[in-house]
């Protein structure tokens, strides 16, 4: 755990083409970075992007990968959330009801 680097203090804000917006209100789990228009910042991998549409309305939060070409992994989309402790506990509830 110690080679695990501290996440980021600043999310990364990135806009994306309407063709993966689309896909991501669908439930597509992945961004991938030929959907990206424009970032706010560069970012380390495990950052949170928030991703926003052509309107700069927010559309979802995931794992921000520089080095992938599935550069962010969707949390969550819809209405925005704060990624916490309490959202992967949630999360995990809900995978597994029985604990």
């Known amino acids: 755990?110690?080679?695990i680097p501290p996440a980021?203090?600043?999310?990364?804000?990135?806009?994306v083409t309407?063709?993966?917006i689309r896909q991501i209100k669908q439930g597509h789990p992945w961004l991938f970075d030929n959907?990206?228009?424009k970032q706010?910042?560069?970012?380390?991998t495990g950052d949170l992007a928030v991703i926003f549409d052509h309107k700069?309305?927010?559309?979802?939060?995931?794992?921000?990968?520089?080095a992938s070409?599935?550069?962010v992994k969707i949390l969550h989309h819809g209405a925005p959330t704060t990624i916490n402790t309490a959202f992967f506990v949630e999360r995990l509830r809900f995978a597994a009801p029985c604990y």
């Open 1 to 3: 755990m110690q080679s």
């Open 8 to 15: 980021s203090d600043r999310n990364i804000a990135i806009h």
């Open 18 to 20: 309407r063709a993966a």
């Open 35 to 37: 959907s990206i228009h």
């Open 40 to 44: 706010s910042h560069d970012g380390a």
């Open 56 to 66: 700069r309305r927010f559309t979802a939060i995931g794992l921000y990968d520089p």
């Open 69 to 71: 070409p599935i550069r």
